[in-house]
């Protein structure tokens, strides 16, 4: 099952259309024998490796796990996994699946959305020394 957090037609929606608007969105699963992988845009896995072949393949014994992430990464009430998202972002997608050894599961993710606006400001040194800076998907990937 492939979940599209973006605006597109049969998107969940999770983007602003404000391009002063930030959305930090949390992720938790419910506990459960499943693996989600993420691709940013569809077809690009975020995490891949650099050696050919070595991408998520649900359908390959082994490389299913790379990267995957399991309920217990970020449990459904202490939510570890932070997705930034703002206006025009490429269409991000949590491919979820079961794994092996169950007939049936029921995946349920959990996500709680901060609407945060944006403003340019010059920075204090102690601002600075708290700032987290989040980079862009494309600046993550060498």
Same mark, same amino acid.
């Given at each position: 099952?492939?979940?599209?957090?973006?605006?597109?037609?049969?998107?969940?929606?999770?983007?602003?259309?404000?391009? @002063?608007?930030?959305?930090?969105?949390?992720?938790?699963?419910?506990?459960?024998?499943?693996?989600?992988?993420?691709?940013?845009?569809?077809?690009?896995?975020?995490?891949?490796?650099?050696?050919?072949?070595?991408?998520?393949?649900?359908?390959?014994?082994?490389?299913?796990?790379?990267?995957?992430?399991?309920?217990?990464?970020?449990?459904?009430?202490? @939510?570890?996994?932070?997705?930034?998202?703002?206006?025009?972002?490429?269409?991000?997608?949590?491919?979820?699946?079961?794994?092996?050894?169950?007939?049936?599961?029921?995946?349920?993710?959990?996500?709680?959305?901060? @609407?945060?606006?944006?403003?340019?400001?010059?920075?204090?040194?102690?601002?600075?020394? @708290?700032?987290?800076?989040?980079?862009?998907?494309?600046?993550?990937?060498?």
């Amino acid at each position: 099952l492939d979940v599209d957090l973006s605006n597109s037609a049969g998107g969940e929606n999770i983007y602003p259309e404000n391009t @002063k608007t930030l959305y930090q969105i949390l992720l938790g699963f419910k506990p459960g024998n499943y693996l989600v992988h993420f691709y940013i845009p569809a077809g690009e896995y975020a995490n891949r490796l650099e050696q050919a072949g070595m991408v998520p393949n649900v359908t390959h014994p082994t490389h299913r796990y790379l990267g995957a992430r399991k309920p217990e990464d970020s449990p459904y009430d202490d @939510k570890r996994i932070f997705i930034y998202s703002v206006k025009d972002l490429e269409p991000l997608f949590l491919r979820v699946f079961v794994d092996d050894g169950v007939d049936f599961e029921k995946c349920i993710l959990s996500l709680l959305v901060n @609407k945060c606006y944006l403003k340019q400001i010059t920075p204090t040194a102690e601002q600075l020394a @708290k700032a987290l800076k989040i980079q862009y998907y494309s600046e993550l990937r060498w």
